[in-house]
């Protein structure tokens, strides 16, 4: 069998789970498989980097953070490898450029365009595990790009995928995926199965055990995913397309702290205003979650909407500027300190009053809510932040998850 297997941040944190994952790698290797491990940087290494480069320039051009972070996965794929070798397992750790990982050219948050295998294949012809930095890749200009934060899952799945390996295995620091996250809502249970629909609305509405783009290249390219602890042999959750189980009506709640409304207000009530204020960010790659528009009085009319909160500024600005030409407004208003719920589930495609059901979860711990949106298969509302924790639970445990 030829298995992906990738560990993240906390797996490799230090010389202890270096070792515990180079055995768990030699081990499938010592059974006879083809190993491609992928890794992400030790611990809390990326936001140290991070924090690094704003003390030396807040403003840092996006080229050069993504040169700095890069960094981070060299650092833990050639310690594995020394890992490995001291183990007197042959093998080779490789960064983006090494393997020839193509991607867009957008740094920061770049697309898997496309993986040279010829490297892969020739090291592991050479029997040996092949270690791959995870959440980088290399653009036309002949740079470094990274994926965005936790892209690591994406770079295994693209691996998985270029390789066609027979499995593809991603180990973190929880046993699974759970029906919230575990350290919000300690009475989550862990999912046996879930399907790539569901779970990409999970990792796009906040739950950030697979990075959400992972998740969609999983299901284009129909790569099996199983999600488990690095730290015990549980089972572990299986990501695919169709799953044995009766759908549930509600298999997870998630949450999105990384949210800012912004509102215009007094936009004149004529077509194409929208089309004007979401092209102005379209062209800035901002992108714009749930929408919301005023019935409109007096020819005016309020549009508000919701940007990743390390966007909003960036997309302030360009409003601002605009302001004076194509987009006449009586004011733009921000608030930072919101955050999304939501609800996912296959099963609620085909059941009435599940909405109802949630709000009243909501009302009963006395959460207003500013914004709704739902899709066949989600319901996400938009709260103040300082309730999430509250309204997750009274949520989770409203559809009887625990
Ligand atoms: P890694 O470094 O292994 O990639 P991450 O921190 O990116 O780990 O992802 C694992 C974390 O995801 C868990 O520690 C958990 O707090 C969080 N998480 C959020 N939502 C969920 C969920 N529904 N199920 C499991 N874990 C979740
Ligand atoms: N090291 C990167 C991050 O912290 C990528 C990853 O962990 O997946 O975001
Ligand atoms: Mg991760």
New binding site residues.
């Given amino acids: 069998m030829l298995i992906v297997k990738k560990?993240?941040?906390?797996?490799v944190a230090d010389k202890e789970k270096i070792f515990n994952v180079a055995r768990r790698c030699v081990e499938d290797y010592k059974n006879g498989n083809e190993v491609v491990v992928v890794l992400?940087a030790m611990g809390k290494q990326t936001d140290l980097l991070l924090a690094q480069a704003r003390e030396i320039n807040p403003n840092a051009s996006k080229r050069e953070v993504d040169m700095l972070l890069t960094t981070g996965e060299q650092i833990s794929v050639s310690l594995m490898a020394m890992a490995m070798n001291s183990l007197g397992v042959p093998a080779i750790s490789l960064n983006a450029f090494q393997v020839a990982m193509h991607t867009t050219s957008v740094y920061g948050s770049a697309r898997i365009k496309r993986i040279d295998v010829d490297r892969i294949h020739s090291e592991l012809a050479n029997n040996k595990i092949v270690i791959v930095t995870g959440f980088q890749g290399i653009n036309s200009f002949g740079d470094y790009t990274t994926l965005g934060r936790?892209g690591?899952?994406t770079t295994a799945v693209a691996i998985a995928a270029a390789l066609n390996a027979d499995a593809c295995e991603i180990?973190?620091?929880?046993d699974?995926?759970?029906?919230?996250?575990?350290?919000l809502v300690p009475n989550?249970k862990k999912l046996n199965e879930i399907t790539y629909d569901e779970m990409l609305e999970?990792s796009s509405l906040?739950?950030?055990?697979l990075h959400n783009r992972s998740v969609e290249m999983a299901k284009k390219y129909g790569v099996q995913l199983v999600v488990r602890s690095s730290l015990n042999n549980s089972e572990g959750t299986v990501v695919k397309e169709e799953i044995k189980m009766e759908k549930m009506l509600v298999s997870?709640v998630?949450a999105d702290k990384n949210t800012a409304r912004i509102a215009v207000i007094g936009l004149e009530d004529q077509p194409g205003v929208a089309f004007k204020l979401f092209n102005h960010l379209a062209r800035h790659n901002i992108n714009v979650d749930i929408i919301l528009q005023s019935v409109g009085r007096n020819g005016t009319k309020d549009i508000s909407f919701t940007v990743a909160e390390d966007s909003v500024e960036e997309a302030v600005e360009i409003l601002e500027r605009h302001r004076a030409g194509s987009l006449k407004c009586h004011k733009i208003d921000v608030e930072k300190s919101v955050a999304k719920v939501s609800i996912v589930g296959a099963g609620m495609m085909s059941n009435a009053g599940v909405a109802a059901k949630m709000f009243e979860a909501l009302y009963d711990v006395g959460v207003n809510i500013k914004m709704i949106s739902t899709s066949e298969i989600r319901v996400t509302v938009l709260i103040d932040e300082i309730y999430v924790e509250k309204a997750m639970k009274a949520v989770h445990d409203k559809f009887s998850l625990a």
């Avoid at 560990?7 to 797996?11: A, D, K």
């Avoid at 699974?176 to 350290?183: E, I, L």
């Fill in positions: 560990f993240g941040g906390t797996s992400s936790g690591s899952d180990y973190t620091d929880v699974g995926v759970f029906t919230a996250d575990p350290r989550a999970l906040g739950a950030g055990v997870g998630a």
